[in-house]
């Protein structure tokens, strides 16, 4: 079957900007609802003090730091990912980035409410900011919940611009077909772009460098993350292994959240001549290989918990191997490790449908497993007197609810804005490689991210 | 949802907030002159006495200027006042040298209590129904007079009665002279812990119809028979503190503590050793131990003296209480009786005290007398580290302890018509919740005419009453006291208000002496004082010239500086029990067997209901302070509970929070159950406190009260309730009871999101 | 020499009356939080008398121990603390800044002795009860991490009566509500750093020990182990 044309592309990869449906409007109409109901939740949580959530002696944080932690996790996704298959000149990178990118920026946002949502008095939450405040206090550079702040804007601020680069041609691509006002907030958004070979150049540039700056960075953030646990000496959160272990959990997590976002759009915008099973193959390894590192983790943090048969360690330890936890954490094994690796090692099941499946439940297992990193500690840190259960109230289920939908409902919004696919990296590609999207798809000969000059603008 | 919408909603809520703002009663009333002059900021210690329970310690109470809403002549406003802030023990005090206890340190949400009565009230619904109205003093207070006097002209006896608390102070002798000069019977008093055993005991043994002062602090062995003496028995803080020094008080000699009983109090949880005998059986284990001291001739037979010979078959070396024999029924093996009978007679000074439950059986005065000649075998009568008796003050006309008949026997009166009683005072004392029901106490006093109460509170009694006199509470009000025990001094308490009365209430013997005087002829001539504070100068002025803590020169020297110390002590230190014998000649005693109400097959269990370390025998179960602090053996907050060994528990297939049912032949009650390793097999233990109808918003409705299923019996010769002597049978009553615990280990899951 | 204000708890002496308990509640204005609040596990007892079952009837015993905010030289809560509402104040103290503390419950987490409570709700004292609120200790509103604080109030005053009569203060003289009324005279209060200071000398006794050593905290708050 022959690859799409060039004007296919343009009209199809833009037509959700100019046709809505009516499923388009139920679906945000139900989301909304959901974000709304989670809105007047926290209200309702500020109105009447935290003790509204499910939260107790000894186990001060639940739901919502589980949240937080797995909203930044999800977080890997796109820029670490499209950062990687850029620097590698994955061709078949092309149609997945920007859907990546978005995602990114979108679970940081969700992500990093929490941190404000969780607090006792919310409404003073820019204490944690380093502001000069009139009474000259700053806030402790010692505490990791400051390096989050630090590492999550840092990170947001980045992968925002990640996600505005290379958007620039396309804003440019829908300003040229756009009229009226659209025209108008076009033009501003694609910031004069006219396509000129040094304009590319510099975009060229620009991109390398945000693609090798945006590394560290999101390594860091997942780090520094997992530090608000491994810092404090509580039993099985001060580990030295929290660092990688959450960065390989999040980038597994990612993958999986962008297989199911991929999957959504194809659907949705019936991009299935540029989100093919292909992608969703290599998706699908990948996800295969973080599911088997997250799995080498997971058996080395218990293992040597338990190896070491350290009193306090082995009380949370028990709780989830023969205690309360214990279904939960099977659970997550299975969402994680089990099914994952069952659908993807065989070459049969790596289908759309089957990586569809196994990212749902790792997605999951995930939150599970951010879950069970938090709770099981706390409710039996060291001193059994003061040993406690938690179970989260309708306010926190209704708040982590609404986050999903959030997530959704942006993202329909988004794809609504801006072209979901990046439509002149696609044709680039179309153009290198021929017609066949097949190898359009396959890796790029090693020449630069971009075509050499004197090419014309695409789109015109 | 945009911007807008969302600043309404914000704009709602802070609009709602400023306005119960100003709903707040602070930003309208008016404000009185301060009444006393006072420097913001600047605290000032008052002594005062703790009547929380009988004890009797010496406190001194931080008084601190605050803001007060209070009733002047019918307004409400805010006055600026001196303000109780904090109690603490008074270090002088001999009793309890600067120490408190628990209760002791609650006592603010006594007089800061939301559910004081602040005014006179007078009965506008039906009986019980708890409608009064608002009425003034002068009104109370006439009523009061109208019906005494009618009450008065019904020939003698007059029909008139006076329930009371056990009074050891000049209030006692107040309503005694009043009684009197009405040509009515003695007070009846009334205390759910009632000492009467154990005193009537001492008097046999000792010749002091009084409880027994231990002086720990130098003995070198503690065995004791059931005595919470760490808890809440006799004279809780002082035997702390000297228990205190039993263990670490002397450098290189640590004073070792037995414990025998049958469910682990808090006193067993700090014994060295913990000796479970059947209930019942204490006084034949304490005789045990006499003959293998006398056998083995660790101690001289005779040194008991006449305290050994009033117990049958002393003289012939207690051949009836061999280990062997005695193993059986106590239940502790013979080798162990030899070993603990050696221990004790290797260590002088050694010891022996009981209380509580041991007591509280039919055979109790035998199992006390046991207990009084071992102490003499063992030689600790009246010396160092051995047993005493707090000399008593010689005050004016205070009534002994011996005075006054039983609620049992007024409320039986009044249902058979026998005793005649129009007129029934009411003060500090609830028979209706701690009485068993077989008493019939409130059927009794629905008969009554005319009920007027004294108390601070509405309780199950007090509900019943058609006039309420509310008292100040005991930091208002001058207060004095004669401690029972807990000291080797002689020492007279003695008080001024701490603080100024927060509502409009006046105190009990200031309205009797007022009463007194409107009904004039005999009872005016009775009672020539004009307030209580005059009653009191009277009768501490005898101690102005005997040698004490206070030498001062004039008799108004002595009384100010009385009040400055918070009362006056001897400096004699010691006092030795008078020779035996005391007053009659007494019986030999053959330990006899108890006997416990209903039959051992159906209900196989004792029932072994206990004074909880928060409540004491209820009367601290309003007091929020109370139900949240945690059971000191269970941890439970909040609530009653069953405690049931785990074994008994596994068997009847009962877990932790199960609500069980609770039977004995006079009722039955249900709670959940705690599985309580420190309790007998046969035993199932419940806390006395909780299971209030009528006593405020923090105890009303909650839990249930074990003393409502107790059975009648008495110990014969003194009539005191047996309140040990019930059994029970109990079984899974079907899903959870709430049960609240402090200790997370046993919060199991999902146990704990049950109690949700 | 700096001042290091520590404690010593006999657990020979103390027989679990929690005198303690109730004293700090009246001295510092401790909340009530009721029955939900105390099934829900939010009890805000500063000091807790722990007690621990040994053995099984009838060969059974009762182990007590009051704990208490530890005053930790090393305190895990201070460090992890985002606006310095919990911080190392010169006496060695671990001070906590109402006023600051925008409810993070990290330092709770962070504290190995689940020392600290929170206000989930704003405390209520149902009229007149709040009269008897000590003027010296500020109320604490919901959202707001609270815990002994080794009654610093009566410590400060100590030390500004100490400044103006120019008198050094005494050992013995500041005592905390809880050790104060201890009827066992189990608990003892002063200063580690005067090695003549009694809580000093009893810190060096071969019965000292600290609570969970193990982790680091360096506490100032010394148990003295029981014999039997
Ligand atoms: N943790 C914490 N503690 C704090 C603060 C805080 O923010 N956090 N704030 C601190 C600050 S800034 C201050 S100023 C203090 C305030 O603390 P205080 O000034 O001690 O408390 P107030 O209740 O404001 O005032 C004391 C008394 O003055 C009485 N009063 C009112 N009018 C008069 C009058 O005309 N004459 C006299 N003689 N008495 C009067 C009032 O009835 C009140 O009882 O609290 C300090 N304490
Ligand atoms: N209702 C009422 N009003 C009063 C008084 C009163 O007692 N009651 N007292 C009066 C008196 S005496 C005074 S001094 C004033 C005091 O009034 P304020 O100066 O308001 O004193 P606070 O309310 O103690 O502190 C103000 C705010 O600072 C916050 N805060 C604490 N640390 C920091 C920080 O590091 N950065 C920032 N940005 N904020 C911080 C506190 O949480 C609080 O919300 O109030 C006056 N007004
Ligand atoms: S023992 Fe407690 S309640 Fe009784 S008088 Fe002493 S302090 Fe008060
Ligand atoms: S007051 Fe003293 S004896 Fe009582 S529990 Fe507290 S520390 Fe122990
Ligand atoms: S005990 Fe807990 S709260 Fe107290 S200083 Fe140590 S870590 Fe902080
Ligand atoms: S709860 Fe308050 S004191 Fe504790 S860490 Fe957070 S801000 Fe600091
Ligand atoms: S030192 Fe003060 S604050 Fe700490 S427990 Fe004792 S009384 Fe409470």
Redesign the pocket.
């Known amino acids: 079957m022959a690859g799409p044309s060039v004007e296919q592309v343009n009209q199809e990869i833009l037509r959700p900007l100019v046709r809505t449906s009516w499923r388009y409007y139920l679906t945000a109409g139900i989301l909304g609802s959901i974000v709304l109901a989670a809105f007047f939740a926290f209200l309702y949580q500020v109105n009447s003090g935290i003790g509204v959530s499910g939260l107790d002696r000894p186990v001060f944080w639940g739901f919502y730091i589980t949240n937080f932690v797995f909203w930044i996790g999800i977080s890997h996704a796109g820029t670490l990912i499209s950062a990687i298959l850029r620097l590698t000149h994955a061709g078949w990178r092309r149609p997945v980035t920007r859907c990546a990118e978005a995602i990114t920026v979108f679970a940081l946002m969700i992500g990093a409410s929490f941190p404000i949502i969780h607090l006792g008095r919310p409404y003073l939450f820019f204490w944690l900011l380093p502001y000069p405040s009139v009474r000259g206090i700053w806030p402790n550079f010692h505490s990791p919940l400051l390096w989050d702040a630090f590492a999550i804007t840092t990170y947001l601020t980045g992968s925002t611009i990640f996600l505005y680069l290379p958007t620039i041609p396309d804003f440019a691509l829908v300003r040229d077909k756009a009229r009226g006002r659209r025209k108008k907030i076009y033009h501003v958004l694609s910031l004069g772009w006219k396509g000129t070979p040094r304009q590319w150049h510099r975009l060229e540039m620009a991109m390398r460098i945000m693609a090798v700056v945006i590394l560290p960075v999101a390594v860091s953030v997942h780090t520094i993350v997992s530090w608000d646990f491994a810092m404090p000496p509580v039993p099985m959160w001060h580990s030295t292994a929290f660092g990688p272990y959450f960065v390989a959990g999040a980038i597994f997590s990612g993958i999986a959240a962008l297989i199911i976002a991929m999957a959504l759009l194809r659907k949705a915008f019936h991009l299935e001549q540029y989100l093919t099973p292909f992608h969703f193959d290599k998706l699908g390894k990948l996800l295969l290989l973080m599911s088997l590192v997250w799995g080498y983790f997971i058996v080395a943090e218990r293992m040597t918990v338990w190896y070491g048969n350290e009193s306090s360690e082995m009380a949370v330890y028990s709780s989830s191997a023969q205690g309360q936890f214990t279904h939960l954490f099977w659970i997550m094994v299975f969402c994680n490790l089990l099914i994952p690796f069952f659908i993807l090692s065989i070459k049969n099941f790596r289908t759309i449908t089957g990586t569809v499946i196994a990212s749902i439940t790792v997605v999951i297992g995930m939150w599970l497993e951010r879950f069970l990193i938090i709770v099981p500690s706390l409710e039996r840190k060291y001193l059994p007197f003061t040993w406690g259960a938690y179970r989260p109230s309708w306010v926190e289920i209704t708040i982590t609810a609404g986050t999903f939908a959030a997530m959704a409902l942006l993202y329909m919004i988004f794809s609504k804005l801006v072209p979901i696919i990046s439509v002149w990296e696609l044709k680039l590609g179309l153009r290198q490689e021929g017609q066949s999207p097949r190898s359009a798809l396959a890796p790029a000969k090693p020449s630069p991210i971009i075509a050499q000059p004197g090419l014309a603008a695409p789109g015109e | 949802m945009d911007r807008r919408s969302f600043l309404k909603i914000s704009a709602v809520g802070s609009a709602t907030a400023a306005l119960d703002a100003c709903g707040k009663p602070e930003h309208q009333l008016i404000r009185f002159i301060p009444e006393e002059d ?4 600047i605290a000032s210690w008052k002594p005062g006495v703790c009547t929380r329970c009988p004890a009797g310690c010496g406190i001194q109470v931080r008084v601190m ?3 007060a809403e209070v009733t002047r002549d019918g307004k409400l406003g805010l006055i ?1 006042m001196g303000l109780a802030k904090k109690i603490e023990g008074n270090p002088e005090h001999p009793v309890n040298r600067g120490k408190l206890c628990a209760w002791g340190q609650a006592g603010l949400q006594v007089t800061y209590n939301p559910d004081r009565i602040r005014f006179p009230l007078k009965r506008s619904g039906p009986r019980g129904s708890g409608e009064y109205q608002m009425i003034s003093w002068e009104e109370a207070v006439t009523e009061l007079v109208s019906h005494l006097s009618a009450a008065g002209s019904a020939g003698r006896p007059s029909p008139v009665a006076f329930l009371t608390q056990r009074l050891r102070d000049h209030r006692g002798m107040l309503i005694e002279k009043f009684l009197d000069a009405l040509g009515a019977p003695p007070a009846v008093h009334f205390e759910f812990f009632e000492q009467t055993v154990l005193r009537r005991a001492n008097e046999l043994s000792f010749g002091h119809y009084q409880m027994p002062t231990f002086d720990l602090a130098n003995a070198d062995y503690v065995i004791s028979f059931g005595a919470d003496f760490l808890g809440t028995w006799n004279s809780p803080v002082s035997q702390n503190f000297a228990y205190g020094e039993l263990r670490q008080g002397r450098p290189e000699l640590r004073g070792r503590f037995v414990q025998v009983e049958a469910r682990m109090s808090q006193t067993g949880a700090n014994a060295d050793e913990w000796v479970y005998a059947k209930p019942g059986t204490e006084g034949m284990l304490a005789l045990g131990l006499a003959h293998v001291m006398i056998a083995e001739k660790l101690r001289p037979r005779e040194s008991a003296s006449a305290m050994g010979r009033l117990i049958h078959g002393w003289t012939e070396g207690l051949q009836d209480y061999t280990p062997d024999k005695v193993a059986g029924p106590t239940g502790v093996e013979s080798a162990r009786i030899q070993r603990l009978a050696r221990d004790i007679a290797a260590h002088t000074p050694a010891v022996a005290m009981i209380g509580g439950a041991p007591l509280a059986l039919t055979n109790g005065l035998d199992n006390a007398l046991a207990v009084n000649a071992l102490n003499a075998l063992l030689g600790s009568v009246g010396k160092p580290g051995g047993i005493f008796f707090t000399p008593q003050p010689l005050l004016e006309g205070l009534p002994s302890l011996k005075e006054g008949s039983s609620v049992r026997a007024l409320s039986e009166g009044i249902l058979k018509g026998s005793s005649q009683v129009k007129v029934l005072m009411l003060f500090n004392a609830n028979p209706v919740f701690a009485s068993p029901s077989a008493w019939r106490v409130q059927e009794a006093f629905e008969k009554v005419p005319f009920i007027a109460s004294f108390g601070s509170f509405v309780d199950e009694t007090s509900i019943l009453s058609d006039l309420i006199l509310p008292d100040h509470s005991y930091l208002e009000s001058w207060v004095d006291n004669i401690p029972e025990s807990g000291t080797l001094l002689s020492v007279a308490s003695l008080a001024a208000p701490p603080m100024a009365p927060l509502h409009h209430t006046r105190a009990m013997p200031d309205v009797l002496l007022d009463a007194a005087h409107r009904l004039g002829g005999d009872v005016a001539k009775a009672m020539p004082w004009k307030t209580y504070s005059d009653v009191l100068q009277a009768a501490f002025e005898p101690l102005a010239h005997r040698n004490g803590s206070i030498s001062a020169k004039t008799d108004d020297d002595f009384w100010s500086a009385t009040q400055r110390d918070g009362g006056w002590w001897s400096s004699e230190t010691k006092a030795s029990p008078a020779a035996p014998g005391a007053n009659r000649p007494h019986a030999q005693v053959k330990i006899t067997e108890a006997k416990f109400d209903g039959d051992e097959t159906e209900y196989p269990f004792h029932f072994l209901p206990y004074a909880s370390q928060q409540f004491g025998d209820g009367t601290h179960a309003n007091l929020p302070w109370m139900q949240e602090m945690s059971d000191v053996i269970s941890t439970a907050m909040w609530c009653t509970w069953v405690e049931v060994n785990p074994q008994t528990a596994g068997r009847l297939g009962i877990q932790q929070g199960d609500l069980i049912e609770v039977a004995s032949p006079h009722g039955k009650l249900q709670a959940p159950a705690i599985l309580s390793r420190g309790i007998a097999p046969d035993v199932v233990a419940m806390p006395i406190g909780q299971g209030h109808e009528q006593f405020g918003r923090y105890a009303s409705g909650r839990g249930v009260n074990p003393i409502k299923i107790l059975a009648p019996r008495e110990e014969p010769e003194t009539g005191e309730l047996a309140w040990a002597a019930t059994r029970v049978k109990i079984r899974p009553a079907g899903g959870k009871g709430k049960l609240i615990l402090l200790a997370g280990s046993e919060r199991e899951w999902p146990g704990k999101s049950q109690q949700r | 020499m700096e001042r290091q204000w520590g404690m010593v708890i006999d657990l020979d002496r103390c027989t679990g009356c929690e005198a303690c308990v109730v004293a700090c509640h009246a001295e510092n204005n401790i909340a009530t939080v009721g029955e939900d609040g105390a099934a829900r596990g939010r009890a805000m007892h500063w000091i807790q008398v722990q007690r621990y079952w040994e053995g099984e009837f009838p060969d059974v015993r009762l182990k007590y121990q009051p704990v208490l905010c530890q005053q930790c030289g090393d305190a895990p809560c201070e460090s992890v603390c985002p606006v310095y509402a919990t911080y190392h104040n010169p006496d060695g103290l671990n001070a906590q ?3 600051r503390c925008i409810g993070t419950r990290y330092c709770a987490n962070a504290c190995p002795y689940n020392a600290r409570v929170f206000n989930f709700y704003n405390p209520v004292w149902d009229k007149p009860l709040g009269l008897q609120l000590n ?1 010296d ?2 109320v604490r509103s919901v959202g707001i991490m609270e815990k002994c604080t080794f009654c610093i109030q009566r410590v400060k005053k100590a030390e500004v009566q100490a400044q103006e009569s120019k008198q050094p203060i005494k050992d013995g003289e500041v005592k905390p509500a809880c050790v104060q009324s201890c009827p066992a005279k189990a608990m003892v209060f002063g200063d580690l750093n005067d090695p003549k200071s009694k809580v000093s000398q009893l810190a060096r006794s071969n019965r000292a020990t600290r609570l969970l050593e193990e982790v680091g905290a360096r506490p100032n708050v010394i148990y003295l182990r029981s014999v039997s």
């Open positions: 006072l420097i913001p900021g200027q605050g803001e600026s | 800044v109402y006023n003027p200790v500020s």
